[in-house]
């Protein structure tokens, strides 16, 4: 197969070669830790905007969402389901805290392993932070949605435990 002209938003290096995670990466915070067996690329042109990967341990599922370099930093969050209007607001109140709004824009959406959850090839990816390192992330697409709700932590904080193979599981 040969690669796309330039412009089509389909890049010579896959996005995922991009991505501070991959998919069987085992990730652990604090006394947390995840595998992350499937997730969603969200490219923007050639430009990987964020991946957003699912995982979780002991029947807990969570979402680690890593943004390229320079910017390098993740989201934990939990599964939640987030009530917002098909606009995302720019301020999302959640548990008496609220988050701003750093960004929302459209992106193309590409599943890396077997995704449990019906997501469309395009949406809108919108993240949230708040002033206490509270975090939100949203990915609206006509299939569906992922979201998540947790905080914010840098790569210091994430300690990456090895790899295994998804397809074992």
């Not at 193309?108 to 995704?115: D, E, I, N, P, T």
């Not at 932590?153 to 998804?166: H, K, Q, T, V």
Request: glycine share 14%; hydrophobic share 40%; with cysteine.
């Amino acid at each position: 197969m040969s690669a796309a002209p330039s412009g089509t938003g389909s890049p010579e290096q896959p996005a995922s070669a991009r991505s501070a995670l991959g998919l069987g990466d085992v990730v652990q915070v604090d006394d947390e830790s995840r595998w992350l067996c499937s997730g969603v690329e969200l490219v923007e042109g050639n430009d990987l905007r964020c991946a957003a990967w699912l995982g979780g341990h002991d029947g807990a599922e969570g979402l680690v969402v890593c943004f390229p370099p320079p910017e390098s930093r993740f989201l934990w969050l939990r599964l939640q389901p987030l009530e917002v209007p098909a606009s995302p607001p720019t301020r999302l109140e959640l548990d008496g805290r609220l988050l701003d709004r750093q960004a929302s824009h459209p992106a193309c959406v590409r599943a890396v392993g077997k995704l449990p959850l019906e997501l469309g090839t395009a949406g809108t990816v919108t993240w949230y932070l708040g002033a206490a390192g509270d975090a939100a992330f949203l990915l609206q697409t006509d299939a569906g949605s992922l979201s998540g709700v947790g905080r914010r932590i840098d790569g210091a904080e994430l300690d990456r435990m090895g790899c295994s193979d998804p397809a074992e599981g």
